[in-house]
């Protein structure tokens, strides 16, 4: 079991999760350990679902969920895959993630890979040349494979074997040699391993109907439908990248209108803009930019619409904070630390305070993170209110998927009403199959997925006046 292997990596930092949650003084410590203990298993998996976003501006969810089946028909031999329209948010399908699957047999043959690249092969990815870290000795192209992941970061380029600490994440088909993987690295940048027998069997997107299907988790499709966008109206996206958000928000306004996209490093930028091609996309214009600094100080007239902008100049801001990510799943590393972890609030409340600015009265503004912790998500939305008197805290009652926010950071009932916070630890574990979820009801199918998703948590507030 993946959990029980990674629990001494996470074990060192569970100060992180009971000062952040602050769930021992709220529930005492037995059910505080629990509730960690329930929470490091979530995040060492995968979802329940894979969870796709049809782009509606270029085609019909219906007519995009149909191309969808043949697509999976094909990747799995006939296996046949429910697909699913959720029924809360439309523009979204829900494909089962099978597993996880304890019958398959291990190779001699190994390839080990690094944490990231593990993570991405236990959401139905495969395996490519630059996360493979070492392989067998005589691997050849065409090899039936077994895929490890070094959680530890231990193995050594290029090492010919290794016995450390690695968790199985399925069998695979070598594509390459190992004296082709390692002789051209880091040139080659293709499929290394193709996986065939993965430990959760779920799809790949690679190049799946990439003009209609943008692959996202579901709370970041909530995300821009608790936005709600309006045809004609002025958005900022401060923290934009990959550009997932952005292109919903820009289809969601069916095009008309204007969304602007900053985000600080240059290649991200044009991952925005290539993304935005792609969906058919012309509202969008992204530009290389530090958010903390989109605020325009001189009062002379914006001549050419780049940023940095006038204040009170966007109808609705999107600021989907940089954060630790400790919601993100699956996580079989643990890589940050306490210091790492305190150092992004400042930065979401700089951010916090140009976005306020830049938003005109009446407008809206979501603040949203990938992540559990009660200081990056229920404490700035206290410190918000504390500090931006003329902002209100709005019911988010459409879509609301998510359960409410934690207690701990002072905010009444009525105000954690009115978050909505993702938090894996609400479901029990379990096995799925193609025959459980084909009997299983859409209600309690959308329940799952809705649950048994990244941990993420979202705050929609509307400015009643000018600062």
Not at 20 to 48: D, I, M, W, Y
Not at 271 to 290: E, H, M, T
Not at 396 to 416: F, I, R, T, Y
Request: glycine content about 8%.
């Amino acid at each position: 079991d993946i959990y029980l292997n990674i629990f001494s990596l996470y074990n060192e930092t569970e100060t992180l999760f009971f000062s952040s949650f602050q769930v021992v003084s709220v529930l005492g410590k037995e059910a505080a350990e629990r509730k960690f203990e329930t929470l490091l298993h979530k995040l060492s998996h995968p979802p329940s679902f894979t969870t796709v976003r049809v782009n509606t501006h270029l085609a019909s969810v219906q007519h995009v969920k149909s191309l969808l089946f043949d697509e999976l028909q094909k990747q799995f031999n006939g296996l046949s895959f429910p697909i699913l329209q959720h029924p809360d948010l439309q523009d979204v399908l829900l494909i089962p993630v099978i597993g996880p699957r304890n019958n398959i047999k291990q190779q001699p043959c190994e390839v080990i890979v690094g944490a990231q690249c593990g993570n991405a092969v236990l959401r139905g990815a495969h395996v490519y040349v630059p996360g493979i870290v070492s392989a067998s000795k005589f691997m050849k192209g065409g090899d039936v494979v077994s895929v490890y992941s070094d959680i530890k970061g231990k193995c050594k380029k290029g090492a010919k074997e290794f016995d450390g600490t690695k968790i199985f994440l399925g069998n695979g088909i070598s594509e390459l040699s190992r004296k082709e993987i390692f002789s051209r690295f880091p040139e080659l940048k293709g499929i290394g391993v193709r996986m065939t027998d993965p430990v959760y069997l779920s799809p790949s997107f690679d190049n799946v109907l990439p003009s209609y299907l943008f692959l996202q988790n579901l709370p970041s499709a909530v995300v821009s439908h608790v936005l709600d966008p309006q045809p004609g109206e002025k958005i900022l996206d401060l923290c934009a990248a990959p550009g997932g958000k952005t292109t919903h928000i820009a289809a969601l306004m069916r095009d008309q209108g204007e969304v602007i996209a900053l985000d600080k490093i240059s290649n991200k930028v044009e991952k925005i803009k290539q993304n935005a091609l792609l969906l058919g996309l012309n509202s969008i214009r992204a530009f290389c930019f530090d958010g903390t600094k989109a605020l325009k100080l001189d009062m002379v007239k914006d001549t050419d619409g780049e940023p940095p902008f006038l204040p009170e100049s966007f109808d609705r801001i999107l600021l989907d904070a940089p954060c630790s990510g400790l919601g993100q799943r699956p996580n079989m590393a643990c890589t940050w630390t306490l210091k790492e972890v305190a150092s992004y609030q400042p930065l979401q409340r700089k951010l916090f305070t140009v976005a306020v600015e830049l938003l005109k009265p009446g407008g809206v503004l979501v603040y949203s993170t990938c992540t559990v912790t009660l200081a990056e998500n229920e404490e700035q939305v206290a410190w918000a209110l504390k500090t931006f008197p003329h902002l209100q805290l709005q019911r988010q009652q459409d879509p609301q998927v998510g359960g409410e926010g934690m207690l701990g950071a002072g905010l009444s009932s009525e105000q954690l009403k009115r978050l909505q916070r993702f938090d894996p630890c609400v479901v029990p574990s379990q096995d799925s199959d193609t025959g459980s979820l084909r009997d299983a009801r859409i209600e309690d199918t959308s329940w799952l997925a809705n649950k048994d998703c990244i941990g993420f948590f979202i705050a929609k507030f509307v400015k009643c006046r000018s600062t």
